[in-house]
């Protein structure tokens, strides 16, 4: 094992080595940007997006009339399809569980009135933006952010829903197999935000 380890460090030391410190490069088209989500949450948005959503996805109650934390979580499950089905970071996580958060994007995007052909993007940085707004006080904030056609069933609906999220079994499902896979066990440690 040892001798595997060191025979690994040798490998990328070449590749280590030509990239500079503090490089500023974009992000890989593979990511989805957070910039919505106006809070720290420890330098890892992959982290925070399964924390998050296997908080709020294993009991219904832990949202219901916090359309914040609602929209918190529909955004990291969102982001989550993408990274870990795209992200060469997650290559080793169970395929099973993989396809699992695609079937719980589908079944959210259903719950909330979002076109299936809606790009995440889009989806989360509007879901961020509403919970930012919510966060502040600012309901027309939260509104703008929500009236947009990716969101068929308008603003007022969408956010009555945040609020009052339903048991979403494949969201569940899916969350604590990849917290699962991630951590070994399943267990979570809940960041406040």
């Given at each position: ?47 925070w997006a399964i924390n998050t959503a296997q908080w709020a996805f294993a009991d219904p109650a832990r949202t219901r ?122 267990g979570v440690v809940r960041w406040k935000l």
């Amino acid at each position: 094992m040892r001798t595997r380890l060191f025979g690994l460090l040798l490998a990328a030391a070449p590749v280590l080595a030509i990239v500079p410190a503090g490089c500023t490069a974009p992000p890989p088209a593979w990511t989805l940007d957070l910039s919505g989500l106006n809070v720290s949450i420890g330098g890892d948005p992959d982290m925070w997006a399964i924390n998050t959503a296997q908080w709020a996805f294993a009991d219904p109650a832990r949202t219901r009339g916090l359309p914040v934390e609602g929209a918190r979580a529909a955004a990291a499950l969102e982001y989550m399809a993408v990274q870990i089905n795209t992200a060469p970071r997650w290559a080793e996580i169970d395929p099973i569980s993989k396809e699992e958060l695609l079937r719980a994007r589908v079944e959210l995007r259903a719950a909330l009135g979002i076109r299936p052909d809606a790009p995440s993007q889009q989806v989360v940085s509007s879901l961020l933006h509403a919970a930012q707004a919510l966060a502040a006080g600012d309901g027309a904030a939260a509104t703008a952010a929500l009236n947009n056609p990716i969101f068929t069933a308008g603003p007022q609906q969408t956010l009555a829903v945040l609020g009052a999220l339903p048991y979403l079994r494949e969201a569940n499902i899916a969350t604590m197999h990849v917290g699962a896979n991630f951590i070994g066990g399943g267990g979570v440690v809940r960041w406040k935000l």
